[in-house]
Nanobody, 124 residues
């Protein structure tokens, strides 16, 4: 199993940036595909990005491609989400999650472990 704790959320103006971190506990962190999701009030949890065990492969939702970058540091058991050119519609609670296999569906139901989330607010 792996336990996940997100940090780095906050309030930022439109056009600004946030860098989210997700610290994982457990010796098998490098075995998991890691993903980032977000959920706005009244909306379904939305996939944003995923990264393979080695970090060599990444996959993004069209809505964030070119603005968000996912990365991981297996030596520090941490995955990151760099978010640039933020818009008010990016306001949401951001979650990191882990699953076992690369590829297939990136729907939130396919991920096995979740953090508690960190709030990101983008003001206009």
């Amino acid at each position: 199993q792996v336990q996940l704790v997100e940090s780095g959320g906050g309030l930022v103006q439109a056009g600004g940036s946030l860098r989210l971190s997700c610290a994982a506990s457990g010796r098998t962190f490098s075995s998991y595909v890691m993903g980032w999701f977000r959920q706005a009030p009244g909306k379904e949890r939305e996939f944003l990005a995923a990264i393979s065990w080695s970090g060599d492969s990444t996959y993004y939702a069209d809505s964030v491609k070119g603005r968000f970058t996912i990365s991981r540091d297996n030596a520090k058991n941490t995955v990151f989400l760099q978010m640039n050119s933020l818009k008010p519609e990016d306001t949401a609670v951001y979650y990191c999650a882990a699953k076992y296999g690369w590829g297939g569906s990136y729907h939130y139901t396919e991920f096995n472990y979740w953090g508690q989330g960190t709030q990101g607010i983008v003001s206009s």
